[in-house]
């Protein structure tokens, strides 16, 4: 039997360090591998955080205006600029049109983002956060074809519906 002495240790110490080419190739093909899976549902879950983030800040975009009609004292309308843009409109003492009056806050969808848009018609408060012009305001996704829909009555409720499908009109209430 031979023994290992510190000469043969050295030649056999100087193969079984480091990587070979082989497992680096492969080591880097699973890379690829699992990355290519995972990007494409990295992509749909940042796009549904972005459409979550949409209808979150349309609701309490809305439910701010109510509050501001309250606290100011005045007329506050909530328009449907176009299919990219609701505005909060002061209207002050007017209550004839619902875009008329001085832009409050903006909130737009990002150019990049086309699988979003607003729809409805819209809706004003009074001073004492009752509705002038009771409708709805709606943030469609159409890859998912989902919407979500914030419904404003005619005694100021305000109330969420969410489904598949177009954006609609809200429900009768129960």
């Not at 079984?16 to 190739?25: C, D, H, R």
């Not at 709805?136 to 890859?143: A, F």
Request: net charge positive; aromatic share 10%; hydrophobic share 40%.
């Amino acid at each position: 039997m031979d023994k290992i002495n510190h000469r043969n240790w050295r030649f056999l110490r100087s193969f079984s360090s480091g990587y070979s080419l082989v497992e680096i190739i492969i080591v880097i093909a699973l890379i690829v591998i699992l990355t290519s899976i995972a990007i494409p549902f990295l992509l749909k879950f940042i796009k549904y955080n972005k459409y979550q983030n949409y209808c979150n800040t349309l609701e309490l975009l809305i439910k701010e205006a109510k509050i501001t009609a309250i606290e100011k004292s005045t007329n506050i309308g909530v328009c449907v600029d176009n299919e990219k843009t609701v505005k909060i409109i002061d209207m002050g003492a007017k209550r004839l049109r619902l875009c008329d009056g001085t832009p409050i806050k903006i909130f737009q969808i990002d150019p990049g983002d086309t699988f979003v848009k607003f729809k409805g018609s819209g809706a004003a408060f009074d001073p004492r956060g009752f509705v002038i012009f009771s409708g709805n305001v709606c943030v469609y996704n159409s890859e998912r074809n989902t919407y979500f829909l914030v419904c404003i009555s005619n005694f100021g409720r305000i109330r969420i519906v969410t489904g598949e499908g177009d954006c609609g009109n809200c429900p009768q209430e129960d």
